[in-house]
């Protein structure tokens, strides 16, 4: 089993930034890779970005791309979400994830761990 918590979230205006953190224990967290999904009451949950098992590769959905840097530090056992230049519409529920096998970055039915979520608020 492998736990995840996030923390960072909060209310910021628009064209602010805020910096996410997911921290995991459990297994060895560099044997997973590690994705951020966001969701808004009643839509499905949206890919953000993932990143790989060392940091090596990063995904990013067309909305955050140049926004939005995904990172990683295993010595930490964190994964991080910076968030700069928000927007209204980036106001979600994000939640991190972590997955164990080798493909489907972007599909949240890939990952196998997820953390509770953290709110985000972005005002106009």
């Known amino acids: 089993q492998v736990q995840l918590v996030e923390s960072g979230g909060g209310l910021v205006q628009a064209g602010g930034s805020l910096r996410l953190s997911c921290t995991a224990s459990?297994?060895?967290?560099?044997?997973?890779?590690m994705g951020w999904f966001r969701q808004v009451p009643g839509k499905e949950r949206d890919f953000v970005a993932a990143?790989?098992?060392?940091?090596?590769?990063?995904y990013y959905a067309d909305s955050v791309k140049g926004r939005f840097t995904i990172s990683r530090d295993n010595a930490k056992n964190t994964v991080y979400l910076q968030m700069n230049s928000l927007k209204p519409e980036d106001t979600a529920v994000y939640y991190c994830?972590?997955?164990?096998?080798?493909?489907?970055?972007?599909?949240?039915?890939?990952?196998?761990?997820w953390g509770q979520g953290t709110q985000v608020t972005v005002s106009s």
């Open positions: 990143i790989s098992r060392i940091g090596r590769s990063t």
């Open positions: 459990g297994r060895t967290f560099s044997n997973y890779a």
């Open positions: 994830a972590a997955q164990s096998g080798i493909n489907g970055r972007t599909d949240q039915n890939s990952y196998e761990y």
